[in-house]
Structure formats: structure tokens, C-alpha cells
């Protein structure tokens, strides 16, 4: 389940205290109703927590943004990754390396349900030399 941009959202920040870490997380929910909650991934840390979300799981859903539309050169700015209960936002103009998410991409026991499989695909190849 995906946020549309236009919904309302409040961020606030959260202690990692499930795996012992005193790190700092941008979280987001969704105030209108019920959807789960989310991660806005704008560092490294955030990433490296987020992958390990991600490496327990054995589906995730996947979209990519983009800018291009004729005036720049093509780069995802954003990635969009889902799991029962959690949306992870990776702003990518943020984080620049997401080498931390090639051993998800890459296991063949993690299904990866995309959107648009393959302009997703191959921009993530472009981007981060990540394969699926």
C-alpha cells in the first residue's frame, strides 16, 4: 500500500528500540485513517535498518519515481518499497549508494512485486548497479 502524495502525513521521529539501537527514524502515518506506518529513508543509518526489515520478509512490493520528461537526464528520486504493515520511502537525492539493498534484490527467495517491472528494473541498473 502506497501514500499518494496529496494525503495528509505526519512525520515525527522514533527511537529504534526493537533491535537495541538508539538511532533515530523519520516515521510517517497517514492521519485520515488507518494505513500502516511508514519509514522516510534520508541517510545510510535509515537504509542499513531498513534492509533489515526488508531481509526478513519474502514479498515486497516495489515502485520507482523518476524525473526525466525530456529536460534532464533520467534518475530515479525516489523509491517506494512495501511489506505487510510498513512503506519504506527511500529519498534517493539523499542517499546516493543503495549497494545496502543489492543482497534484497538479488535473493531469489525474496519475490519482488513491481510496477512498471521493466523501466523499474533497468533504472535501478543505471542508478545503482543493482540487478534483480
Known amino acids: 500500500m502506497f501514500f499518494n502524495p496529496s494525503e495528509t502525513l505526519t512525520f515525527y521521529r522514533q527511537s529504534d528500540r526493537e533491535s537495541g539501537k538508539d538511532q533515530n527514524m523519520n516515521i510517517f502515518k497517514d492521519t485520515r485513517n488507518d494505513k500502516p506506518p511508514g519509514m522516510l529513508i534520508t541517510d545510510n543509518a535509515g537504509l542499513i535498518r531498513a534492509s ?18 525530456f ?55 543505471r542508478d545503482f548497479g543493482i540487478e534483480v
Open 52 to 69: 533489515e526489515i526488508l531481509s526478513k520478509e519474502k514479498e515486497i512490493g516495489v515502485d520507482l519515481e523518476s524525473d526525466s520528461m
Open 71 to 125: 529536460h534532464y537526464r533520467d534518475k530515479i528520486c525516489l523509491v517506494q518499497i512495501s511489506v505487510p504493515g510498513l512503506d519504506i520511502l527511500i529519498d534517493t537525492l539523499s542517499v546516493k549508494d543503495l549497494g545496502t539493498l543489492l543482497p534484497i534484490f538479488s535473493n531469489p527467495c525474496i519475490r519482488k512485486v513491481f510496477h512498471g517491472a521493466d523501466y523499474d528494473i533497468r533504472s535501478l541498473f
